[in-house]
């Protein structure tokens, strides 16, 4: 079936309100001809997710968060709820990314709970799965990928499956400038679709999976020229006007 490609850019730690607010504006200026063809978003710090959201208000440019914690409020110092970032004006939120799992211990467990909490509150989670280089090595990406997407997305029903995106980022691929294959991404895209089938049954044909780790404008077209790369979550390149757009632009048939 044809699915609208979603391209995301996680920004990480980077750029100041000052520097997110210009950005954007460039953006904005360019997206013309995706507009309406292609869903794009972008991940600013939490800091800059309000201003930049007020900013594009009335845009084609969604938010997203980069992370949030599953608890509604509380004594969880340091932390941010679904509700306080769909209140910022974000659409989206992005958990289990493989920083936040090597980095700072984040659980398919976790992820789980991260990804409810955002669809409580109205919002599409972002859900990232992602072998590292060992477990490719040893052959094991399949069963990785597989313990992630099934412990991450438990107990959720068809209708809540077609509100996730799932971004498949192998670890060995993410800021190294290594690009999956096109054949090695799709085979694992094809992969987690036969998952989410079980899962959510027809549900899964119309759920994105995007694929992440050094996607530039070179390669993203043929990237997501595949059946199964349904759109892409980009890192270093979307701190770029001009980088970025071009992906976008790749996502255009
Ligand atoms: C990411 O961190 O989600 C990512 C894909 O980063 P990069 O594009 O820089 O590899």
Redesign the pocket.
Known sequence: MARTKFVCG?W?MHKTVAESLALVKELVAGLSEAAGKVQVAVAPPFTALHPVAQALRGSALEVSGQDVFWEAQGAFTGEVSATMLAEAGCRHGIVG???RRQLFGETDEGVRKKAAALLAAGLSPIV?VGETLAEREAGRTLEVVERQVRKGLAGFGAEQLGRITV?Y?PVW????GKTATTAQAQEVHAAIRGILRQLGGAAADAMRIQY????KPDNARELMSQPDVDG???????LKAKDFLAIVKGALR
């Open positions: 996680n990480k990314h493989s920083e990232c971004a980022e691929a993410i800021g190294t992440g780790g050094s996607v892409a979550l980009v890192g270093g390149a979307s």
